[in-house]
Nanobody, 124 residues
Framework: QVQLVDSGGGLVQDGGSLRLSCALS????????MGWFRQAPGKEREFVAA????????YYADSVKGRFTISRDNAKNTVYLQMNSLKPDDTAVYYC?????????????????WGQGTQVTVSS
């Protein structure tokens, strides 16, 4: 059974940085493309970033491009989201997700497994 555990969220000031981690268990991470999504209060879940099964391709939402970096360590079965220059608008619950499609995917319906989410709060 595949499980994802998100961690690394917290409270940070405007302009600060955080690194989120997502540990996959139950199967090799290399079997999946991975993505990060977020959901702010009162808003729909939105795509943030995604990586192909081997990290060779990545894709970012325009709102985070140049500030966030998605990476993966298949040997550690872990995916990361490095978030720099954080803004109050980045405040949300962040979720990692795994897709058996292996290529970069940006639609939440194409993901098969989800983490429990980790709260990121950016204060102004």
């Amino acid at each position: 059974q595949v499980q994802l555990v998100d961690s690394g969220g917290g409270l940070v000031q405007d302009g600060g940085s955080l690194r989120l981690s997502c540990a996959l268990s139950g199967r090799a991470l290399s079997s999946y493309a991975m993505g990060w999504f977020r959901q702010a209060p009162g808003k729909e879940r939105e795509f943030v970033a995604a990586t192909s099964w081997n990290g060779g391709s990545t894709y970012y939402a325009d709102s985070v491009k140049g500030r966030f970096t998605i990476s993966r360590d298949n040997a550690k079965n872990t995916v990361y989201l490095q978030m720099n220059s954080l803004k109050p608008d980045d405040t949300a619950v962040y979720y990692c997700a795994a897709s058996a499609r292996a290529i970069v995917v940006v639609t939440s319906d194409d993901y098969d497994y989800w983490g429990q989410g980790t709260q990121v709060t950016v204060s102004s």
